[in-house]
């Protein structure tokens, strides 16, 4: 049995953790508030240029001329994911759920002798990924220096993307995120933006006569890179909100459990400090009996 | 009847401006520049670089974007841009800074020439700001 000195010593480090957990589901409450915000306002802009392209692909007349970006290059042999996780951890299972649904998409293209690239946005992504996919990682894009999630940033992976798509280096793009629901609830999102897959098939046809200005075709060859760019925006912002809220409740848990260990820890502590007295009362009354 | 219309500007961050009252607009389109009134026929076009005018009744302000997107359906007018700016929150120092930085990024050779020419009009742009 652990002497009473050790506990004392197990109590005060578990105490210790206890004020640090608690120190980081404070900060990442308020940092949550911020980040909820910012993915909330963020909405309306990609919501709107969905919607605008939507009207627009319906719209187009000449399907064999559109841009590829919408309508793929015909081929699906290379797939391109794109793996967007945090850069610190301690944020629960923020990350291991993002990259388990990418990993089975993985396997899925890896089974179906499909050649598989990826980029991971993120250190974290590329940790854990690259024991297992390391030769299939093309690139590893980390955002640790810029404080705040902002377009440009967005915008640079956009580039990315489109400039290797440009140079026909893969068929098929899909994102993976976070996408946030609550504080506890976050669900992993796996997304195709290339080609563009319109999730639901608009049943109000759009038929309202738009008049373009330039032609659609022009429109749309400059809307869609800027809809990728978006599209990883949105999804930055959902994901950072993640995190924080992912990070909350792992840390609401962990000082929990924290505040559970030292109750158990001091019953301990003081039971054998009481059983310690009594052993020694013992001994001080059977001596004195045997006098 | 009222000949108020409704328009919404964003930019990625955030919902930047939204007013319910306002009579035209003026928007730098990619092929000129091109006011809106109410009841203006569904339209979709680009922006380029070049100043946004928002009338209502009672002001009108400016703002200047790089880039953009306008939509016009049923008296809503949206508004998409990465990069826009509140005329009155611009002194010649910071364009001073953009113009610099967009010359610098005109004069890379390996551009192509519509990239250039949208650098070009934005210094231009700019260039001819009076500050009121």
């Known amino acids: 049995m652990a002497s009473l000195d050790d506990l004392k010593k197990r109590i005060s480090s578990v105490k210790s953790t206890q004020k640090i957990t608690k120190a980081m589901k404070m900060v990442a409450a308020a940092k949550l508030r911020r980040a909820q915000e910012n993915a909330e306002k963020g909405r309306p802009y990609s919501e709107k240029m969905n919607n605008i392209i939507l009207n627009l692909s319906g719209g187009i007349s000449d399907k064999e001329n559109a841009p590829k970006l919408l309508t793929g290059t015909g081929e699906e042999k290379t797939h391109l994911c794109v793996v967007m996780t945090s850069d610190r951890g301690l944020c629960g299972g923020f990350n291991t759920n993002i990259i388990k649904k990418a990993k089975q998409y993985f396997q899925k293209i890896l089974k179906e002798n499909k050649i598989l690239k990826i980029i991971t946005v993120g250190s974290k992504g590329y940790d854990q990924l690259k024991r297992q996919y390391k030769e299939n990682i093309i690139e590893k894009i980390s955002f640790k220096d810029s404080k705040n999630i902002n377009y440009f940033d967005a915008d640079k992976v956009g580039k990315i993307i489109i400039d290797r798509f440009e140079k026909k280096e893969f068929d098929v793009c899909a994102i993976f995120y976070n996408q946030f629901k609550n504080v506890i609830t976050q669900i992993p999102q796996e997304q195709q933006i290339i080609p563009l897959k319109s999730n639901k098939e608009k049943e109000t046809s759009s038929n309202d006569s738009y008049e373009f200005e330039p032609e659609e075709d022009e429109i749309l060859s400059n809307l869609l890179p800027k809809n990728i760019s978006t599209q990883i925006f949105k999804a930055m912002l959902e994901n950072s909100a993640s995190e924080q809220g992912s990070r909350m409740s792992a840390m609401d848990n962990a000082t929990r459990n924290a505040g559970e260990m030292v109750d158990k820890l001091t019953i301990q502590y003081n039971r054998s400090r009481q059983a310690a007295i009594t052993k020694e009362l013992i001994e001080i009354i059977s001596g004195a009996e045997s006098l | ?132």
């Open chain 2, 1 to 132: 009847m009222s000949e108020e219309f409704k328009v919404e500007i964003v930019n990625p961050e955030k919902s930047f401006l939204s007013k319910e009252n306002v009579t035209e607009v003026v928007v730098p389109a990619f092929e000129g520049e091109m006011g809106i009134l109410k009841d203006h026929i569904s339209i979709i076009s680009f922006l380029k670089p070049g100043l946004i005018k928002v009338f209502s009744k009672s002001e009108e302000t400016k703002y200047f974007v790089e880039d953009g997107i306008v939509e016009f359906k049923d008296n809503n007018l949206s508004i998409l841009t990465s990069s826009i700016y509140n005329m009155s929150d611009l002194d010649r120092n910071k364009i001073d800074q953009i113009v610099k930085e967009a010359e610098k990024e005109s004069s890379v050779d390996n551009i192509d020439d519509q990239k250039r020419y949208l650098i070009d009009q934005k210094i231009e742009v700019l260039k001819n700001l009076n500050l009121n």
